[in-house]
């Protein structure tokens, strides 16, 4: 992509922020007004993209791969993900339906942890009173099968791993709250063509990978062992390759090629006046 098409994307990024912005001036009516009409816009847009990803997947001879290509690319990338269109993988998406009924969990003395995800089982860790056998405790662990089963299509059983058993993938822990709004990271003169830049925004720390240029950034974190990955390098098929204990991933998707099921989390961005910004979502 050249960076004509870069700088109007960004341009028009920028303008909608801007418009965004602008709406806390507004009554409460207006406003509402305002983020109906922008809500409304959106799912039109959003069910236009899931009709040509729909063609692309299952009507046209040699789609998917015009798909993967198109996902690759940054831009195109960042708007799928944001339209809630391409998933994540099933980690991520089981990491997101535990987090929606932690405060439940919570709420009654209990919590839970997700260890791993190996399709169709979820391996997790209940604690508090969830770690019991009162009807209570009951009734939080089905809350938990029921989340994950309905928001993560590829699982379809749970098990509950005990206190005494080591998770061989990253603890998926208990609190990954963030802001909804973009923020700066590094020049995209910083990132390597082919490399890893660490950087943190808001306390979280994330990297910037680069693939000849293409970038995408990720928590810092491999899905092994949860150890970083600023030391991780990116080869020229654009494999990355975390430092520790060798996993391998795509660094333009985060999906793992060691561990199929397994991803590393990622998170929107796009290049404004040379500048990397992330969203970091919810």
């Known amino acids: 992509m050249d ?9 028009l990024a920028r303008a909608l922020d801007e418009a965004l912005a602008r709406l806390v001036d507004f009554d409460t009516e207006e406003r509402e007004a305002a983020s ?4 409304a816009i959106e799912e039109f847009y959003r069910a236009g993209l899931r009709q040509i ?4 997947r299952d009507e046209i001879p040699g789609g998917p791969d015009v798909l993967r290509h198109l996902a690759a690319d940054p831009v195109v990338r960042t708007l799928l993900l944001s ?26 003395g209990g919590d839970v942890e997700l260890v791993k995800v190996e399709p169709p089982v979820a391996f997790v860790r209940l604690m508090g009173a969830c770690n019991g056998c009162s009807m209570s405790a009951l009734t939080l662990s089905e809350g938990v099968r029921s989340a994950l089963i309905e928001a993560v299509e590829e699982i379809t059983e749970i098990e ?5 058993a080591a998770p061989s993938l990253i603890q998926l822990g208990a609190t990954r709250h963030l802001g909804s709004g973009w923020y700066h990271g590094p020049a995209v003169a910083e990132v390597a063509r082919f490399g890893v830049h660490p950087f943190a925004v808001e306390g979280q720390s994330l990297i910037i990978t680069s693939v000849d240029g293409k970038l995408a ?27 520790w204990h060798g996993f391998r991933y795509d660094a333009t998707t985060g999906e793992c090629i060691t561990a199929p099921g397994v991803e590393l989390e990622q998170f929107p961005i796009r290049v404004e006046e040379g500048h990397i910004k992330v969203k970091l979502t919810s």
């Open 36 to 39: 109906a009409v922008k809500d």
């Open 217 to 243: 950034c990720f928590r810092n974190e491999c899905a092994h062992m949860g150890m970083e990955l600023d030391r991780a390098r990116v080869e020229s098929d654009g494999t990355l390759i975390c430092p």
């Open 83 to 108: 339209a809630g269109i391409l998933k994540t993988g099933p980690t991520e998406r089981a990491h997101r339906a535990l987090e929606s009924v932690r405060p439940y969990l919570n709420s009654h």
């Open 53 to 56: 990803v729909k063609v692309l």
């Open 3 to 11: 960076s004509a098409t870069l700088d109007g994307l960004d341009g």
């Open 160 to 164: 509950v791993v005990k206190d005494d």
